[in-house]
């Protein structure tokens, strides 16, 4: 009998150290990640305000989801290169700076800026049906014939300087609940168009990126019930006072949307 309680008292020990030194294994695998966040507004945190002073036009705000997902996780290393209005060509020539060899973890979400996504949400405001729909079916042509070229274009360069990173592709939100309680503005004739025109614009991102190897965290789900005329938005509508952070999510967004998705991902 203690004979067995001491073999028993052995074996909770040993294991004990090892679970010990397992979590200890962990938590310094992910204090050395170095991370770099690359992208457009959506992954710089434009709607979510706290932006960083130093960061100029890029607007990188502390609660985007680079910099809360840096701050809970502490990496050896965080380079927040992610800037507002940033097309495909914008990250090859301006944001790549940081990568290296030793890079383990990169984000970046790109491509709305390339099919003309704003110059969508402002033309459809301003302008009648017609237009709006005429605007639409350009990006969503651009979306199918030119910017696979452009997603291809930066990710290759991404895994040219970063060949051992993580790369997670993050796409964007549906902007309207369809027949939600916005009782003005855009007809849902409208509104159907444009989230379909995003959700185009998701898949032929994740069709890119799964075709460099690269995970991609879809974000429509996490966003569902949270859409313009959801009545619990995580999205701003229109605001002429700050026209830039129209169609951005919110800091709810980033926190609850952005994420969530991209701590599933990488």
Not at 223 to 252: D, M, R
């Amino acid at each position: 009998m203690k004979l067995s309680r001491l073999a028993a008292l052995s074996s909770s020990l040993l294991l004990g150290a090892v679970l010990a030194l397992t979590g200890a294994a962990t938590a310094n695998a992910a204090t050395a990640v170095d991370y770099v966040a690359l992208g457009d507004s959506y992954s710089s945190g434009v709607g979510s305000g706290s932006y960083d002073s130093a960061s100029g036009d890029c607007k990188r705000s502390t609660k985007a989801y680079p910099a809360l997902w840096a701050a809970a996780n502490a990496p050896a290393s965080f380079s927040f290169a992610a800037c507002s209005g940033a097309r495909t060509g914008d990250v090859k020539a301006n944001q790549l700076g940081p990568l290296n060899s030793s890079t383990d973890l990169v984000s970046i979400s790109i491509g709305g800026n390339d099919a003309g996504f704003a110059d969508v949400m402002t033309t459809c405001v301003l302008n009648s049906e017609a237009t709006c729909l005429s605007r639409i079916a350009t990006a969503r042509s651009y979306a199918e014939s030119t910017l696979p070229g452009n997603l291809d274009s930066v990710y290759t360069a991404i895994q040219a300087k970063a060949p051992s990173a993580r790369v997670v592709v993050l796409g964007y939100p549906r902007f309207y609940k369809i027949g939600g309680s916005c009782a003005v503005g855009l007809s849902d004739k409208v509104r159907t168009a444009i989230n379909s025109a995003a959700d185009l614009l998701n898949s032929t991102t994740a069709k890119r990126a799964a075709d460099h190897g690269f995970a991609f965290a879809d974000v429509a789900g996490k966003f569902t019930g949270h859409e313009i005329c959801s009545g619990s938005a995580w999205l701003h509508s229109v605001n002429w006072l700050n026209i830039g952070e129209s169609y951005h999510p919110t800091a709810a967004g980033q926190s609850g949307g952005y994420l969530p998705a991209f701590n599933s991902a990488a």
